[in-house]
């Protein structure tokens, strides 16, 4: 089919979805209109809404659970502080932290990086910040750049499992990660938090905050800097590898009013949010060589969003403009100088409504985004899609979701995925059961499309076809005495076929099928009122099934243990976690040994306003890599003072 055909199927699929919305919202205004209600929420690792975006205000909100609701998606999830007190110091460390999600590093802190969900390769995982997907258009696989991110003012942090193109579209075939950053507080008034600190490796790190919240206005701007003069990143170098990083966020929000326009819009809000974040890495580009490579660069965003309920129903419309650059020289054996530039225009519309007495909601919208790469010349693609979901409870134990997504791409025409998931819960035994199953499909990056040749080598091509996948899911949960233990089981599958890898004699191909399946098992004990645990173990088997080889850099075994203990003045976090061995390259050629670390933490607030933090990572000073050739930090301490007035 030519890409008009494609596209005029795209449009006819789209026309479909937004006629069954309109009929679908229709009926809903002709019923009594009502506030919108949102679904009660688990506070830990189950997800009930209709869509991801409601997740963490339910979870402020309600931390009770109704046993006649069943889950019919999991998520996993950690507070901010939680992590930062266990050692996280990047959103990739803190997401490490949870179950089946692996994030590997070339030698620590600010090297380049890759997150992978459930054996997913880069790039297959979306990451959502503040409801709006973020993508940097200069990378290799078109996502978003987390080795030089500061988990600072990140509020709490989400693992979406499973294929979420329907609602996020291209990138998210292999789950999302969900980030919601530290708005105002509700209550009047002026306040401000500083925290400062000094570890291993000669780190200093400085974070501050400043918000205030008058009448119907509220903002806040925050800052932070760490510096760390480090370690070799290879196992073979022993030269220093500097790292430092720096960024800004300013948000402002402003309520307009209850009542506008004879009810089309009420509790109008406005939200902006600006970043600035820039990084001054040293590296090493190959294991061989101790080499003087360094990275510097800068990324920048912008994200206005207004809020509203109107006709019974919830919506936001988003628009983000980001931006990034970043420069690489090498004075090493092969020394190269580089500067690539990025650029991406994103708008978002979203509704969420209830009807038939709350049995039904609907969550239906529209994306439009534009995404741009400058090397030797500037190259740009544009999508945009159309999605409906439906999340209908037709009995008080069931609960059935059917959702669908449109997606038109300007280089190789339509893209579709469907998404199906049915839940039922037995409240008398504590016991709910859920099966789902989700496509997905990822564009190939403006890299993998233009990449120009290097020499004779091709890199880029032009007639790259989108990643397409398939997901199963099928999992249990049981509670007992009264939800303080929960045991929770999981058996998944992603198929991914036209998987996109580099191939020596043609550049990027679509080549591969690939097949991720496992089982996941967490368990989530509320000892007392004041200890939490929580352990989790996973089972993964990852093959290409083309070239009959495992995927590299995806463990078979992985688990964790995380304990903590919230007293009246002292809190105590520890966490330990091990991966097993895992094949290193493509070709099975090396593998990277299992590992185990051991992170302690504990922070003691000395006054109302004044706590002291210390943590102790790799406490049994562990040498371990989660690439080959590129080491990780041993035993190192950090110590800070956190003052908030």
Known sequence: MGKVGQMGGVRRLAAGVWLAAAVAYATAAAAQEREFCLPPKVESALCLPSSPEQISDQISERAAVREDAPAWQSVAAMDGDEAQALGAVSVGDALHLLPGVHFVSHGGLGSVSALSGRGSSAGQVAVVVDGMPLADASSVNHTAQLHGALLHDTERLEWLRGSQSVLYGSGALGGAVRLVTRAPQADEGVRAAARAGYGSYRTSQVEGALEQTRGRLGWRMSAAHLNREGYSRIVAGDERDGTELYQWRGRGRVRLGEGLAKGLAKGLEWTLIGFYGGRDVNYDPTTAEDGKAQETGERWRAHSQWRWRGLGGSHVLSAAFAGQERRNQSQG???????????????????????????????????????????????????????????????????????????????????????????????????????????????????????????????????????????????????????????????????????????????????????????????????????????????????????????PRVPRHAAGLRVSWKGARLGVFSDWRYVGRQWDDAAGARQTPAWHVWNLGARWRTRKAVALELQLRNLLDRRYQSVWGYREPGFNIFAAVRASF
């Open 333 to 551: 054996a092969f020394p190269f100088r580089n500067r690539q530039r990025g650029g991406r225009t994103h708008l978002r519309y979203q509704l969420e409504r209830a009807f038939a007495g709350e049995r039904v909601q609907l969550t239906a919208g529209g994306e439009w985004q534009q995404n741009m790469w400058e090397a030797e010349r500037v190259r740009r693609a544009h999508e945009g899609g159309a999605f409906v979901q439906f999340a209908l409870r037709p009995r008080p134990q069931w609960r059935v979701v059917l959702g669908g997504r449109a997606e038109g791409h300007d280089r190789f025409g339509s893209a579709f995925a469907w998404q199906g998931a049915l839940a039922k819960a037995w409240p008398a035994l504590g016991l709910s059961g859920r099966v789902s199953y989700s496509g997905g499909f990822k564009a190939p990056s403006l890299y993998q499309l233009y990449a120009p040749p290097l020499g004779t080598l091709a890199i880029g091509n032009a007639q790259l076809r989108p990643e397409r996948s398939e997901h199963w899911e099928v999992g249990a949960t049981q509670r007992f005495a009264e939800g303080r233990l929960t045991l929770d089981a999981s058996w998944f599958m992603l198929d991914v076929r036209e998987q996109i890898g580099f191939e020596l004699d043609g550049g990027y191909q679509n080549t591969a099928r690939t097949r991720r399946s496992g089982v996941e098992i967490e368990a989530r004990w509320r000892a007392l009122t004041r200890l939490q645990l929580a352990a989790h173990y996973v089972y993964l088997e990852a093959r290409n099934l083309r070239a009959h080889r495992p995927q």
